[in-house]
């Protein structure tokens, strides 16, 4: 009995110590966490040479080639961040942004140009 | 008596069933006399999935077969296909693969800690629990770039070196302070006594039979612990926790337990890292990779137990089969031996228990 209401007490007292700890919670839409350097957001492509390797490893299929374009997905795309990792040009790059909600479905579909430099065998 | 006969739907809206999991459990009075878990609320279809995907396409999903614990899969996945293709790891990445190893592993556990202690209705620990699992998940972020679908080992070593082991320090030097804080909030409180000790009592010998592992294994009195016999944990040591209580208090007090040893390991793996600076990647061609022909198996004492990957190969680009063998699944199983004849009120304090993650059992 006696060891009930030690434990009890005990039990209060470490919750009621965390009153006066600082708060570790972040007010979100004010106040933004620092992202780390290779944080995996939007994909960005610059100078692409279209090897198509990142058709080869997207597990999604969220790539596709138009003529003299490349189109990215945002809402197949799951974050693995492999196409900008093996991508030999390394043209792929995932950004920083990360709030991509949207009320038009279509700016999800990420469209840029694809160099006109020859095709390189890789 | 056949009035106070009922068939009852534990989920799977229900909050203690964390959303996919439904339990139909028939009712007399009070008491449980059956029990029937329905599973198949999060199927992905990661089995078939693989047949159709190159391997390094698979290789970003194998994390989301236990969320909780994604390193364990992409560890499991790369072994199964390191051993096919006889790669040898090099000092420094399998020191790097264990300290993640066990970090996740302690965030796994301080969830569970959280979430088993949220079900019973104490709300404080949870807010805790995540505070300390914040750190390291942060950790993962920064290394590999996302919190919890890391994608960070690759076939025969890691995406990049890790440069900065500063983190890791401070967690391993806040978070003993702060286990103390949960055992005195939590292991010796008296309700939290009164509604797990002596519930769902399971022996060794059913254990065995429904084929569970883990911690639940060894809080049954059975000594099995994969790592004492893992490669990947050579030379470090550390030992099992083997407990004799075998109900639910049991089960959460061995959770904390292990969570102090893989303290220990990470500490460890920390100093091997310092040791061993060389990094050295095999070098593979990821990008149309085909393993030999062949049946390559690979396993790993994954936070809900024993956890497997079997491949088998015709030697094109995607395997012919593969398997996962998760611990959660048959785990889900032995809750209809190990809830019949309970009270209702005990079931969620039971089932928390076990630790199941749905995504694991689901697939």
């Given at each position: 009995?006696?060891?009930?209401?030690k434990?009890?007490?005990?039990s209060?007292?470490?919750?009621?110590?965390?009153?006066?700890?600082?708060?570790?919670?972040?007010?979100?839409?004010?106040?933004?966490?620092?992202?780390?350097?290779?944080?995996?957001?939007?994909?960005?492509?610059d100078?692409?040479?279209?090897?198509?390797?990142?058709?080869?490893?997207?597990?999604?299929?969220?790539?596709i080639?138009?003529?003299?374009?490349?189109?990215?997905?945002?809402?197949?795309?799951?974050?693995?961040?492999?196409?900008?990792?093996?991508?030999?040009?390394?043209?792929?790059?995932?950004?920083?942004?990360?709030?991509?909600?949207?009320?038009?479905?279509?700016?999800?579909?990420?469209?840029?140009?694809?160099?006109?430099?020859?095709?390189?065998?890789? | 008596?056949?009035?106070?006969?009922?068939?009852?739907?534990?989920?799977?809206?229900h909050?203690?069933t964390h959303?996919?999991?439904?339990?139909?459990?028939?009712?007399?009075?009070?008491?449980?006399?059956?029990?029937?878990?329905?599973?198949?609320?999060?199927?992905?279809?990661?089995?078939?999935?693989?047949?159709?995907?190159?391997?390094?396409?698979y290789?970003?999903?194998?994390?989301?077969?236990d969320y909780?614990?994604?390193?364990?899969y992409?560890?499991?996945?790369?072994?199964?296909?390191?051993?096919?293709?006889?790669?040898?790891?090099?000092?420094?990445?399998?020191?790097?693969?264990?300290?993640?190893?066990?970090?996740?592993?302690?965030?796994?556990?301080?969830?569970?800690?959280?979430?088993?202690?949220?079900?019973?209705?104490?709300?404080?620990?949870?807010?805790?629990?995540?505070?300390?699992?914040?750190?390291?998940?942060?950790?993962f972020?920064?290394?590999?770039?996302?919190r919890?679908?890391?994608?960070?080992?690759?076939?025969?070593?890691?995406?990049?070196?890790?440069?900065?082991?500063?983190?890791?320090?401070?967690?391993?030097r806040?978070?003993?302070?702060?286990?103390?804080?949960?055992?005195?909030?939590?292991?010796?409180?008296p309700?939290?006594?009164?509604?797990?000790?002596?519930?769902g009592i399971?022996?060794?010998?059913d254990?065995i039979?429904?084929?569970?592992?883990g911690?639940?294994?060894?809080?049954?009195?059975?000594?099995f612990d994969?790592?004492?016999?893992?490669?990947?944990?050579?030379?470090?040591e550390?030992?099992?926790?083997?407990?004799?209580n075998?109900?639910?208090?049991?089960?959460?007090?061995?959770?904390v337990?292990?969570?102090?040893?893989?303290?220990?390991i990470?500490?460890?793996?920390?100093a091997?890292?310092?040791?061993?600076?060389?990094?050295?990647?095999?070098k593979?061609?990821?990008?149309n990779?085909?393993?030999?022909?062949?049946?390559?198996?690979?396993?790993?004492?994954?936070?809900?137990?024993?956890?497997?990957?079997?491949?088998?190969?015709?030697?094109?680009?995607?395997?012919?089969?593969?398997?996962?063998?998760?611990?959660?699944?048959?785990a889900?199983?032995?809750?209809?031996?190990?809830?019949?004849?309970?009270?209702?009120?005990?079931?969620?304090?039971?089932?928390?228990?076990?630790?199941?993650?749905?995504?694991?059992?689901d697939?």
């Amino acid at each position: 009995m006696l060891k009930n209401i030690k434990y009890t007490f005990l039990s209060l007292f470490t919750v009621f110590k965390h009153l006066f700890i600082k708060s570790v919670t972040l007010e979100y839409p004010e106040k933004k966490s620092n992202l780390p350097e290779n944080f995996r957001g939007k994909a960005v492509v610059d100078g692409c040479v279209k090897c198509y390797t990142c058709l080869k490893v997207c597990p999604a299929n969220a790539i596709i080639f138009k003529d003299e374009q490349i189109e990215i997905d945002m809402k197949k795309c799951i974050f693995c961040g492999n196409c900008a990792y093996y991508c030999p040009k390394k043209a792929i790059r995932m950004s920083h942004e990360y709030e991509l909600a949207t009320d038009n479905k279509h700016d999800l579909k990420l469209l840029y140009d694809v160099s006109n430099e020859v095709k390189e065998n890789v | 008596m056949n009035n106070s006969r009922l068939k009852l739907n534990l989920g799977p809206q229900h909050p203690s069933t964390h959303g996919v999991l439904r339990l139909v459990l028939d009712l007399n009075g009070e008491k449980i006399t059956a029990c029937e878990p329905d599973v198949g609320y999060l199927h992905r279809g990661m089995e078939k999935m693989a047949e159709k995907l190159s391997y390094i396409q698979y290789l970003p999903l194998v994390d989301r077969i236990d969320y909780l614990a994604g390193f364990f899969y992409s560890e499991l996945f790369c072994r199964s296909i390191e051993n096919a293709l006889e790669i040898e790891l090099s000092n420094r990445i399998k020191a790097i693969r264990v300290m993640l190893l066990e970090l996740n592993r302690i965030a796994s556990h301080l969830l569970w800690i959280g979430a088993f202690l949220m079900d019973l209705g104490a709300v404080s620990p949870f807010f805790y629990a995540f505070r300390e699992r914040e750190l390291i998940l942060q950790y993962f972020e920064k290394i590999s770039g996302q919190r919890m679908m890391n994608n960070y080992f690759v076939f025969g070593g890691l995406r990049h070196d890790i440069f900065d082991l500063d983190d890791v320090e401070e967690i391993l030097r806040i978070l003993p302070e702060k286990i103390i804080d949960y055992e005195n909030i939590i292991t010796e409180n008296p309700i939290f006594i009164q509604r797990t000790a002596q519930k769902g009592i399971l022996e060794a010998s059913d254990a065995i039979n429904y084929g569970i592992t883990g911690v639940n294994l060894r809080t049954s009195g059975f000594n099995f612990d994969l790592r004492k016999t893992d490669k990947l944990y050579d030379g470090y040591e550390f030992d099992t926790v083997v407990l004799e209580n075998k109900d639910s208090w049991g089960r959460y007090k061995a959770r904390v337990l292990e969570i102090k040893e893989s303290i220990k390991i990470v500490a460890q793996a920390v100093a091997n890292i310092k040791t061993n600076t060389i990094y050295e990647a095999t070098k593979i061609k990821p990008v149309n990779l085909t393993i030999p022909e062949g049946e390559y198996c690979s396993e790993i004492e994954a936070p809900r137990g024993l956890a497997s990957c079997f491949i088998i190969s015709d030697g094109n680009k995607a395997p012919y089969r593969l398997k996962w063998r998760t611990g959660s699944y048959y785990a889900v199983n032995l809750l209809r031996k190990l809830l019949v004849g309970t009270y209702i009120n005990d079931a969620i304090a039971i089932a928390g228990s076990l630790d199941i993650i749905l995504p694991e059992v689901d697939k």
